[in-house]
């Protein structure tokens, strides 16, 4: 994947490994809150835009908030193809209508004509402002649990409460290190022993969780929690693409006792079922790569009982 270097867009692959081989993540550099008391970023209806890519995990999380939290009539949205080009993330031949882009380095550009980084998704974008209000997904789901439930239609159902916020906390860092990017970690080593620790932090971060699973429904008890969707969005895409494209092959996540089940589970919750695309899914993954062909399978049933009432 490339980068806009100086609002120019360059496609030399850019370094994302250490030293050691490891795969490192850049960070986002937009972080702005969109809450009802900022006043440069308001709550207001019809003012903020989705881009997002349907396969992308971290895209997805946007993608699932707004469906689960009923956003749709106040957040529009803008999906890329499937697979990467040599652009980066690109929009169909017609382009986007919000900004008429035909890749997501345009959005940067329009954002801010001397860019200079990669152009991930997701991009909550500002109508009002015509600017990039945030690119981190992590955020941008904490603006959606809570900041529009006061709007009619919303689903107030907070994903992020106080009684188990250090929870969740302890839960997602503990989880994005070696499962949310460790998948990443794993496909992305550039050597043998920086690929062995994050395979083997991988799983024995699974292996831990099928056994919470085990006595509990879900990661904080009883009820849904971030910790619980932000997890979700890379068991859905394990078997499909990272068992095999990116040698996560210990055992897959339909191998496991209660992770399936509990996969299930979540995909069977109202609004989750829309937001799952598993051929944009594939597309990312191996419609992106040479030699560019698509797998048939694997044959997953999200929709089997997974008797966990």
């Not at 929870?167 to 062995?196: H, K, M, P, W």
Request: proline share 5%; with cysteine.
């Amino acid at each position: 994947m490339g980068m806009l270097v100086d609002g120019r867009w360059q496609s030399e692959e850019v370094r994302r490994t250490n030293a050691s081989g490891e795969f490192v993540r850049t960070e986002s550099p937009y972080r702005n809150i969109v809450s009802q008391s900022n006043v440069q970023f308001p709550v207001e209806k019809d003012r903020y835009h989705l881009f997002v890519n349907a396969g992308c995990p971290w895209a997805y999380r946007t993608i699932l908030y707004r469906s689960i939290k009923h956003l749709a009539p106040y957040i529009s949205v803008s999906y890329t193809l499937p697979a990467m080009g040599n652009e980066g993330w690109t929009f169909s031949d017609q382009g986007e209508p919000l900004l008429a882009a035909k890749h997501i380095h345009n959005v940067y550009s329009a954002a801010d004509n001397n860019f200079t980084g990669r152009c991930t998704v997701p991009v909550l974008w500002d109508k009002s402002a015509d600017t990039i209000v945030n690119n981190e997904s992590a955020d941008i789901i904490r603006i959606f649990d809570s900041e529009f439930d006061h709007l009619d239609g919303v689903v107030p159902t907070r994903y992020y409460p106080v009684k188990h916020a250090a929870e969740i906390n302890r839960l997602n860092e503990r989880i994005y290190r070696t499962v949310n990017n460790g998948v990443y970690r794993c496909g992305f080593a550039q050597s043998q022993e920086a690929y062995d620790q994050a395979f083997e932090l991988l799983f024995a971060t699974l292996d831990e969780l099928d056994e919470t699973l085990g006595r509990q429904r879900y990661l904080c008890g009883d009820e849904i929690t971030e910790a619980d969707w932000r997890l979700f969005a890379t068991l859905v895409r394990f078997d499909v693409a990272y068992y095999s494209q990116f040698r996560c092959n210990k055992r897959r996540i339909s191998d496991y006792q209660y992770l399936w089940p509990y996969t299930r589970d979540l995909y069977q919750q109202p609004d989750v079922a829309e937001t799952v695309d598993v051929e944009a899914i594939k597309g990312i993954y191996f419609g992106g790569r040479p030699p560019h062909i698509i797998p048939k399978g694997p044959e997953l049933d999200f929709t089997a009982a997974h008797h966990r009432d």
